[in-house]
């Protein structure tokens, strides 16, 4: 089976240039994988699919809940800020319209790495990001 990519570029275009904020900023990186099952996402496809091991804490949570800190525009934003928050406002719609079943999974605790997955047409897709907390 080949790469889906339509669905690579949608998501490379909405992310790109992105920097999903927490104590480091790192980009969000579009996926795509292979697979037939009609299924939702879940822990165990993120273990097989993503490589994550077999002990890592998984935790899910809503796609709005992840993207809040983003997407929530502050009276103390100057223009760049603004920009930045409709683009992410932008990139939560473009996953909505574009995954079904959407998920956003948290993998780890301090070093967390995040997977945005949905199902889409030949398989999974969504972008991958690194989030980290103290």
Not at 45 to 53: D, H, I, P
Not at 91 to 107: D, E, W, Y
Request: charged share 30%; glycine share 8%; hydrophobic share 40%.
């Amino acid at each position: 089976m080949t790469v889906n990519t339509p669905i690579l570029e949608v998501l490379h275009r909405a992310a790109d240039g992105l920097l999903f904020p927490s104590e480091t900023d790192a980009p969000l990186v579009p996926f795509f994988w292979p697979d037939e099952r009609p299924s939702t996402p879940t822990p165990g496809l993120l273990r097989e699919k993503a490589g994550v091991a077999p002990d890592a804490k998984i935790k899910s949570v809503r796609l709005e809940t992840f993207f809040r800190p983003a997407t929530r525009e502050e009276e103390w934003h100057n223009a760049g800020e603004k920009a930045e928050v409709a683009r992410f406002q932008e990139l939560a719609q473009t996953l909505r319209r574009t995954l079904r079943g959407v998920k956003v999974f948290r993998v780890g605790e301090t070093e967390i790495a995040v997977y945005i997955v949905g199902k889409v047409e030949g398989g999974w897709a969504g972008l991958r990001t690194c989030v980290v907390e103290s």
